[in-house]
């Protein structure tokens, strides 16, 4: 399965762009460059300027239009102001704080959402993770700490709370180059 991420706004989404796509790697998900290939499209997104915003609403409409021909799941993340949060309800299938990312996984999982990854047993790869970076944690790994997710149904699913921020400095990003690296302040 294949993933594809567009980063709108500042510095800062392209660093939380990195965590995001380490933990959906370690899904078991690939990326790619094409979004037409991916079966889940994501946005990490910057409320702050209105050319962003403007930008968010033309992708997941086209994204949309595409769920007629084919099966995938959209998601936004970022700095959304709660005006634009209620009417990404209506459009995203997946709405979360980044400080949520490492409950990504099981929020996908509890969508429906059949990964790599999501068929192994739950403790597949821990050993290893906690050995070559003697980590206690794997952010990636479906199971870990089940999401509460209001609404169901069908219903897009809204994670309000940043009561796990600490997990989230947890996830190592994955760099998009050798020797520049984008940091949160």
């Known amino acids: 399965m294949k993933y594809h991420i567009v980063q709108l706004g500042c510095q800062m989404n392209i ?30 997104a910057c409320s702050v300027r209105q050319k962003g915003i403007d930008k968010v609403y033309s992708k997941i409409h086209k994204w949309n239009k595409w769920k007629n021909r084919k099966s995938l799941i959209t ?41 790599p990854a999501g068929m192994q047993p739950l403790d597949k790869g821990r050993d290893d993770l906690q050995k070559e970076k003697k980590a206690e944690f794997n952010p990636a790994q479906p199971g870990i700490r089940p999401a ?4 169901g149904n069908g219903k897009p699913s809204v994670l309000e709370t940043n009561t796990h921020i600490e997990d989230f400095w947890n996830i190592d990003p994955k760099y998009g180059s050798g020797f520049e690296a984008y940091i949160p302040i």
């Not at 660093?15 to 499209?41: H, I, Y």
């Open 15 to 44: 660093s939380d762009g990195e965590r995001t796509q380490k933990v959906l790697e370690g899904m078991g998900f690939e990326s790619t460059d094409r979004e037409e290939e991916a079966s889940l499209l994501g946005v990490i």
């Open 148 to 151: 509460e997710l209001p609404g």
């Open 75 to 115: 998601f936004v993340s970022g700095c959304v102001l709660p005006a634009d949060k209620e009417q990404f309800l209506k459009l995203f299938d997946l709405i979360f704080p980044m400080s949520e990312l490492p409950s990504l996984p099981e929020m996908l999982h509890q969508y429906g959402v059949v990964t």
